[in-house]
């Protein structure tokens, strides 16, 4: 039984790696230890026939990168992991080369995917402020969206949020009591109306998990971050 969750912990973090080697475009290859790459390349055949990893705890944890789950409607999970940081802009990228801007645990652009979020204009509110809110509690405002296949800029989209109170939220066995906020977004003119769950940390305002739809072309997007970024 030991040799068996070794070996599946083995798999899985070489899949993993082929995940950062091969489908990165943004991160420098010079910059990966050779004798890493070496490791990876002579082993990598063994993995033909293997069934798809099943992400635990332990693996996430020997990962040295921020990572998150990403399902994207009835898809499949997939990992992402973080790529970069720009003041509070967080880009993460999956192996397909999608990569995930998020902004205070909003997706705000998106690029690899057939019709990509290029940019979101919002209100100056954060999450922060409805914490500590009653519940039911509505605020209304409107969102701007642009998309580059087809090209459309600026799509008004009218937003109310609601506290919808404290649930508990397992993440990879973990359980964390989570303040749900629930966005419902909508576009009459084109018949578009959806509801955004945020999952919050009460103590620092961050989104452990979210269901976010960005566009009335693709399905939910489903995040939950199994690996909080420590910038």
């Not at 070996?7 to 910059?31: G, Y």
């Not at 209304?140 to 600026?154: A, E, G, H, R, V």
């Not at 576009?187 to 959806?194: A, H, L, P, V």
């Amino acid at each position: 039984m030991k040799k068996y969750s070794t070996n599946k912990l083995i798999f899985s973090l070489l899949i993993f790696l082929q995940f950062v080697f091969s489908s990165c475009a943004s991160i420098n290859m010079e910059r990966i230890s050779p004798s890493f790459n070496s490791a990876f390349d002579a082993i990598k055949g063994a993995l033909i026939g293997y069934p798809d990893p099943v992400f635990t705890g332990e693996i996430i944890n020997s990962i040295p990168y921020a990572s998150a789950m990403l399902k994207i409607g009835k898809g499949s999970n997939s990992l992402i992991i973080l790529e970069s940081v720009s003041n509070t802009k967080y880009t993460w990228v999956s192996q397909d080369q999608v990569f995930i801007v998020i902004q205070d645990g909003r997706i705000i652009e998106t690029e690899g995917l057939f019709n990509n979020l290029t940019n979101l204009t919002r209100p100056d509110l954060s999450f922060e402020d409805f914490v500590g809110g009653s519940p039911n509690v509505s605020t209304n405002y409107f969102f701007y969206y642009s998309y580059d296949k087809p090209f459309l800029l600026d799509l008004r989209v009218s937003a109310t949020l609601v506290n919808k109170g404290y649930q508990k939220v397992e993440i990879l066995g973990q359980t964390r009591n989570l303040l749900l906020l629930e966005e419902t977004i909508s576009n009459k003119q084109i018949r578009w109306e959806k509801k955004n769950l945020f999952w919050i940390d009460p103590s620092d305002h961050f989104v452990w998990k979210s269901i976010q739809h960005i566009s009335p072309k693709l399905p939910p997007f489903i995040l939950q971050v199994t690996k909080r970024p420590k910038i």
